[in-house]
């Protein structure tokens, strides 16, 4: 009779090893690793990919259980095609809504807003002809029903579990058969087949694995809110945004109404676009005109103000490109960026100082973007380095001005994409003029939106101090 080999589990983040040593060797962690003899049951992830619908064990859906190769051309698309969540916004940033047995995984920072969010989409879906699950782990189902009374929910087949065990999820949706489910939060969830505490690694990724099952199970879609860390990041393995299929980050200030929602990961679409929600007393509301907002509060003919034409996935988004210059008395100036990249910046200051008479090595450079929207693409060096040479020397740039134009180390300007679409943008909301790269792709013609081609930046700053 052959011997019966054990092993050994972390209980911090769930690795196995054949031999048993004092530091888990996938984590780090010291005195973790636990023996687990041949025959114990199995972690929660493999358990639940054995997990029938009904929440009991049994066979694998066909899909899952490897039923042969099959034809790509005899695959029906039909059940992966977005169902609108009824937000706006939201169903522009998922590329037209919540795909049946997906899972989403929605991550921010606290007090902005997903769990409001999150109730609008399950209300409409309950009233829509769907029946919905929440399952609170953090609040209790009185809290929950307090907030749905004053945004005028419609909990006419919204269910709600308040409950943190998984044995309990899975006996809810076994009960209530959800075509929603929206479980808030990831990190309170446990599962008592791991000897862990709540929001571990072990614990975190052991849940997600089994919501993942029964998402692709029952073509349930699932939506997970993830906790963020100080620095900005998901909270919690790596391996939870590997097993979701879209990943959304809402931003924001909770000090502020704007709220931004963007997709880092999409497996049904692209990432590239952008939502823009603003709170108020009924939740939160989608934003018709997002150029019109940022733009609102700005002081037209102050010095290192300019505007930029941005282009978030399809939609074009004007934006205020900020900066401020000052003497600085320190061995090493100060330079911050909001909502700029620091090393664009940088690069921008260097090749002013080399290829332009705008030498900033003395002073302290702040940039940022109005409105706290976040700028990632190098189309808008052209609109820094203006507001910047403007901040330096003190002069405004016109107020009907936008610029747009990426920026090489020998200052010359390369073309930026969709400029036309940035164009049109720009003369709907009434500015006259434009700064772009000489040669690029620019309509014929724009009512009421003059262009100034230029080769360099040196040759931007000069043309706009003139006008």
């Known amino acids: 009779m052959s011997r019966v080999r054990s092993s050994y589990r972390c209980r911090s983040c769930g690795a196995t090893a054949l031999r048993w040593s004092g530091r888990c060797p996938a984590c780090a962690e010291w005195n973790t690793l636990g023996e687990v003899a041949a025959g114990r049951p199995l972690p929660p992830g493999v358990v639940a990919r054995r997990r029938g619908a009904d929440g009991g064990v049994g066979a694998l859906p066909p899909a899952a259980a490897g039923a042969g190769a099959v034809a790509l051309a005899g695959v029906d698309g039909a059940s992966s095609r977005p169902q609108p969540t009824g937000v706006g916004e939201l169903d522009r940033v998922l590329g037209g809504g919540l795909v049946p047995g997906s899972v989403t995984l929605v991550g921010g920072e606290p007090g902005t807003g997903k769990s409001t ?39 006419g087949d919204l269910w709600i579990v308040g409950d943190t065990d998984m044995d309990a999820v899975r006996a809810a949706v076994h009960e209530v058969d959800p075509a929603l489910l929206v479980v808030d939060s990831i990190q309170t969830v446990w599962d008592g087949e791991f000897d862990a505490s709540p929001g571990s690694v072990a614990q975190v990724r052991g849940c997600a694995q089994v919501l993942v099952a029964m998402a692709k199970a029952r073509a349930m879609a699932t939506v997970i809110v993830g906790h963020v860390t100080k620095d900005g990041t998901l909270a919690g393995p790596r391996l939870l945004e590997h097993v979701v299929d879209t990943v959304v980050t809402v931003e924001g200030d909770r000090h502020h109404a704007l709220r931004l929602l963007r997709a880092s990961k999409h497996r049904f679409g692209p990432t590239g676009e952008l939502g823009v929600m603003e709170m108020t007393g009924g939740g939160l509301e989608g934003v018709a005109d997002a150029s019109g907002l940022f733009l609102s509060d700005r002081r037209a003919g102050s010095p290192g103000s300019v505007v930029f034409p941005a282009v978030e996935g399809h939609r074009p988004l004007l934006v205020e490109v900020q900066a401020l210059v000052v003497g600085s008395e320190l061995a090493n100036p100060r330079r911050q960026a909001s909502g700029l990249d620091a090393g664009r910046l940088a690069l921008l200051l260097a090749v002013l100082a080399k290829r332009t008479d705008v030498a900033l090595g003395r002073c302290d450079v702040y940039a940022s973007v109005a409105g706290g929207v976040r700028v990632r693409e190098p189309g808008a060096d052209l609109a820094v380095g203006l507001a910047l040479a403007s901040a330096a020397g003190g002069w405004p740039l016109p107020a009907g001005l936008v610029a747009v134009g990426e920026v090489g180390l020998a200052g010359e300007l390369r073309h930026a994409s969709q400029l036309p679409r940035r164009l049109a943008e720009s003369a709907r909301l009434g500015f006259t003029d434009a700064v772009v790269p000489a040669g690029a792709d620019v309509p014929r013609q724009v009512k009421g939106l003059r262009t100034w081609p230029v080769r360099s930046l040196g040759e931007a700053v000069v043309a706009v101090a003139q006008m």
């Open 117 to 155: 969010l999150l109730l609008q989409v399950l209300g409409r879906a309950a009233s829509g002809g769907g029946r919905a699950l929440l399952v609170s782990a953090e609040e209790s189902p009185e809290q929950v029903k307090r907030r749905a009374d004053r945004l005028g929910v419609d909990a």
